[in-house]
Antibody, heavy 118, light 108 residues
Framework: EVQLVESGGGFIQPGGSLRLSCAASGFSVSVNYMSWVRQAPGKGLEWVSV???????YYADSVKGRFTISKDNSKNTLYLQMNNLRAEDTAVYYC????????????WGRGTLVTVSS | EIVMTQSPASLSVSPGEGATLSCRAS??????LAWHQQKPGQAPRLLIYGASTRAPGIPARFSGSGSGTEFTLTISSLQSEDFAIYYC??????????FGGGTKVEIK
């Protein structure tokens, strides 16, 4: 059974840093594209970043230069390092598995809440 | 970036009735469209991919159609568990992957 469990969210002041983790089971992150998708309170879904099976990574313009996606194939875990956080980064962050190299998400985690506020 | 527009923003439907949700892409995306369902406080769930293929375990009352720029999600005979927000998502030209703003299906 595929499972994705996020952790690492919390309350942080503007300008601070957080590292989110997503522990995967039931499949290997090494052969799938993996993304982070966020949802601000009361808002819709916004794609944040993807890491390809080979390690290439891409970002939404809103987080480029501040966030870094990575994965540890040996731990079967996805990460999102978030630096220089802003109030507008406040959201539930979901880890999502893509179907192979396709762009649609076939499994989602339950999310972790990041609140950026002074 | 491909912009996805969903309509209506909300829809009130009585249990047992059908619902039709629309999604439009700002340029052709072939059939590279997915639909996701999200219930309050829960993660999204994949319903449809390839514009019309149901994901494993999705009931047959959910059907998707369309190609190019116009897409439809139809829910026949709504059940209580179907009241949720539905998002379309394109994956034809990415990154970035983009979502529509969502359609909330409420109980009438």
């Amino acid at each position: 059974e595929v499972q994705l469990v996020e952790s690492g969210g919390g309350f942080i002041q503007p300008g601070g840093s957080l590292r989110l983790s997503c522990a995967a089971s039931g499949f290997s992150v090494s052969v799938n594209y993996m993304s982070w998708v966020r949802q601000a309170p009361g808002k819709g879904l916004e794609w944040v970043s993807v890491v390809y099976s080979g390690g290439n990574a891409y970002y939404a313009d809103s987080v480029k230069g501040r966030f870094t996606i990575s994965k540890d194939n040996s731990k079967n875990t996805l990460y999102l390092q978030m630096n220089n956080l802003r109030a507008e980064d406040t959201a539930v962050y979901y880890c999502a598995k893509q179907f192979g190299s396709y762009g649609y998400f076939d499994y989602w985690g339950r999310g972790t809440l990041v609140t950026v506020s002074s | 970036e491909i912009v996805m527009t969903q309509s209506p923003a909300s829809l009130s439907v009585s249990p047992g009735e059908g619902a039709t949700l629309s999604c439009r892409a700002s340029q052709s995306i072939s059939s590279n469209l997915a639909w996701h369902q999200q219930k309050p406080g829960q993660a999204p769930r994949l319903l449809i991919y390839g514009a019309s293929t149901r994901a494993p375990g999705i009931p047959a009352r959910f059907s998707g159609s369309g190609s190019g720029t116009e897409f439809t999600l139809t829910i026949s005979s709504l059940q209580s568990e179907d009241f949720a927000i539905y998002y379309c998502q394109q994956y034809n030209n990415w990154p970035p992957l983009t979502f529509g703003g969502g359609t909330k299906v409420e109980i009438k």
